[in-house]
Structure formats: structure tokens, C-alpha cells
């Protein structure tokens, strides 16, 4: 027995090493944006985020939980189990969107964000919440109590937070594909620029 033991604590010790050389995980939660939609394999920002990490020298991991359609219900019904597979250093949240092409109420969008960044943080991890805006055919009122979704949580939960897409960049359509929904392969290399801004401090943490 006494032999048993000792190879098993020779084993233990071997794969310790193994495990602090795992990268630290960046997990984007998010939906048809961060997905990739309409767009060719290792095209969208997502992707190109993975290159520019390593380019630039960071040796993290970035798993892609996005999914097309996903709302902030759908968000919040599979964080828990994303954050306990992945274990992620950092979360960057992309929700939002449809929710509001749905016309969801703007409260519920604002609570499932809250619940979103909080098991995050709970879970370890800095979280980086991306915000979208509305078209104006929505009505000014819809598009302004949505935009202050995203600045009310910014304040209350003193999140890292950045605009996937300038405010440039989302009237004008050559940046989209023929839906003029979805940003196109020409827009993605900005869109990557725009995480990174508020991404790179996290990083360094």
C-alpha cells in the first residue's frame, strides 16, 4: 500500500507543473458579432484577437462561446456552466443586441447584464462588457434608454467597458454585408481595434 501511495504522489507531482502551464482563458460571450456570421473561417474580430495576442506576446487563450441570436436570457442561462468549464482570467461580454431588435423591455436587458458581470467577477474573473446600439428606427426614446444601459452598468458595477462599434463605423455601410445588420471581413480588423483599446490593461493585470 505504502508503494502505491508514494507512485501516487510521484504522478500528482508530475502533473502539477502540466496545469500552471495552462494559458489563461479569455471567454467571449456574445452573439452573431463575436460569431462571426456571414463571415469565412478565422475572419472575424474573435479570431483576430487570437492572432494579435500572440503576435504581440501574450500567451492567453480565447474560447469563443458566441452564438447567432443569443440574447441576454440565453446569456445568462449558460454562463455558469461556460465559466466552470473554461475557467476563464477574463470575460468579455457581447449581449445585448438582439434584445433589442426584439424590443425586449430595456430593464431586463439591464438585469441580465448585472447578473452577467457579477457571476463572472464571482467566478474570478475581470470582466470587459462590449455596448450596441440601436438603429434610430427604433424611436429616440428606445435607442436613448438602451444606450443608458450600458452607461448605468459601466458606473454602478465600475466595469471595463468599450463600443464594439464606433459610432462612425455604424452608419456607414460599406462596413456591412447585404443585410446592413452584420459588420462585414473590411470592418473586423476595427472592431478588433476597438476591444483591444480597453482589453490590453486587463491583460497586463
Avoid at 471567454?27 to 504581440?56: I, N
Amino acid at each position: 500500500m505504502a508503494r502505491w501511495l508514494v507512485f501516487a504522489l510521484i504522478l500528482a507531482a508530475a502533473v502539477l507543473p502540466a496545469r500552471s502551464a495552462e494559458p489563461p482563458v479569455i471567454l467571449v460571450v456574445g452573439d452573431s458579432l463575436s460569431a462571426g456570421f456571414g463571415l469565412a473561417p478565422g475572419q472575424g474580430w474573435v479570431s483576430l484577437l487570437q492572432q494579435r495576442l500572440k503576435t504581440q506576446g501574450y500567451g492567453h487563450r480565447v474560447v469563443n462561446a458566441s452564438v447567432s441570436g443569443e440574447t441576454t436570457d440565453g446569456g445568462v442561462a449558460r454562463i455558469d456552466r461556460a465559466l466552470a468549464t473554461h475557467k476563464p482570467g477574463i470575460v468579455i461580454l457581447e449581449l445585448g443586441g438582439n434584445d433589442g431588435l426584439r424590443g425586449l423591455p430595456v430593464a431586463r436587458v439591464e438585469t441580465n447584464l448585472g447578473l452577467l458581470i457579477t457571476r463572472s467577477r464571482t467566478a474570478g474573473a475581470q470582466v470587459l462588457m462590449l455596448s450596441v446600439s440601436m438603429p434610430t428606427n427604433y424611436g429616440p426614446q428606445y435607442a436613448s434608454a438602451y444606450r443608458k444601459v450600458f452607461d448605468d452598468l459601466r458606473v454602478r458595477y465600475k466595469v471595463s467597458s468599450a463600443a464594439l462599434m464606433s459610432p462612425e463605423m455604424a452608419v456607414d455601410l460599406t462596413y456591412f454585408q447585404a443585410d446592413g445588420i452584420h459588420p462585414n471581413a473590411k470592418a473586423q480588423p476595427l472592431l478588433l481595434n476597438n476591444v483591444w483599446i480597453p482589453l490590453e490593461p486587463l491583460l497586463r493585470r
